[in-house]
């Protein structure tokens, strides 16, 4: 996969991407809005063996690129008619200043316009969530992208330090993203 828009470019992780999403994924400070305020704690191998098993699947693990520079990573899976993704602006210096929501609005357009993923199944629906305590997130997906807030599980699961976390759930149908994105 790969997709471009302006400077941001996602596409498809490569075992040359093991160091960057090893570092990302060890890093406490990254990692705790997933709930894993320690890191993942894995090996560069592990890193590469994770990468590989994305490989000839409809499903993607993806590098985000601004300017050719490495800044997130991103995922989704297809199941039936839905698509699953999730998202990461790893990099400090590139939070905050707007590129989420360019991010976000170029992979469901892929998501829902790709030849390949929408001949096996049209994508009607695209559904994430997020932890309650990441508000900077909810804003982004409420008043940026435009998705429903479909549902919220309280005491959902426990993060790395023991503590309870709520779940918030986010979707966007297909009608719903295209009359959003005419902003985009």
């Known amino acids: 996969m790969r997709v471009e828009k302006d400077?941001?470019?996602i596409r498809s992780a490569v075992e040359d991407d093991a160091m960057y999403l090893n570092r990302w994924w060890n890093d406490g400070d990254?990692?705790?809005?997933a709930g894993?305020?320690?890191g993942l704690n894995l090996s560069l191998e592990e890193t590469i063996k994770n990468i590989k098993s994305w490989e000839n699947k409809l499903d993607e693990l993806c590098i985000i690129e601004i300017?050719?520079?490495?800044?997130?990573e991103l995922n989704f899976k297809i199941k039936g008619d839905t698509a699953y993704p999730g998202w990461k602006i790893?990099?400090?210096e590139y939070q905050n200043i707007g590129y989420g929501p360019k991010v976000i609005n170029l992979l469901l357009n892929f998501i829902f316009s790709d030849v390949d993923i929408n001949s096996l199944e049209?994508?009607?629906e695209i559904s994430w969530d997020t932890m309650a305590e990441n508000t900077r997130a909810q804003y982004v997906y409420e008043e940026k992208i435009g998705a429903r807030k479909t549902d919220l599980k309280r005491n959902h699961w426990k993060d790395q330090l023991g503590n309870w976390r709520?779940?918030?759930y986010y979707a966007i149908n297909r009608e719903e993203f295209y009359r959003e994105m005419s902003e985009f």
């Open 7 to 9: 400077n941001i470019v």
């Open 90 to 92: 790893c990099e400090k």
């Open 122 to 124: 049209t994508i009607c």
């Open 67 to 72: 300017d050719g520079i490495p800044i997130g």
């Open 30 to 33: 990254v990692m705790e809005h």
């Open 166 to 168: 709520d779940t918030i």
């Open 36 to 38: 894993f305020p320690k």
